[in-house]
C-alpha cells in the first residue's frame, strides 16, 4: 500500500500545475504517510489553491477529537461555499 501512496504523491506533484478547478488542502502536520513537506511542495504548484490548512494530527484526521473535527467541517464548508459563490467559469 504505501508503495502506492508513493506513487499517488508523484503522480500529485507532476500534474498539479494542470489542476484548474479550485482546490483546499488539509495537512496533519504530524502525517507520517502525506508528509507536510510534499503537500507544501504539490500546494505550491497549484494554480487555484484557496487555501492550506496545516493542523494538528496525522494522517486519517477522523481520529481527532470531536471539538477538532467541528474545525475540520467548518474548513471544508467554507470551502464548499466559497466554490458556490464563484462565477460559473471559475477555475475552469
Partial sequence: MLGEV???RKTGYAKAKRARQPVTIIQGLEDEVASPD???AI???LP???HLHMVEG???LTLL???YRDVLVDIITGFVDNV???PPSAGE
Avoid: E
Wanted: aromatic share 0%; glycine share 4%; net charge positive.
Fill in 6 to 8: 508513493r506513487k499517488a
Fill in 38 to 40: 510534499l503537500t507544501c
Fill in 43 to 45: 500546494a505550491a504548484r
Fill in 48 to 50: 487555484n489553491l484557496t
Fill in 58 to 60: 496525522g494522517h486519517d
Fill in 65 to 67: 477529537p470531536a471539538t
Fill in 84 to 86: 458556490n459563490a464563484m
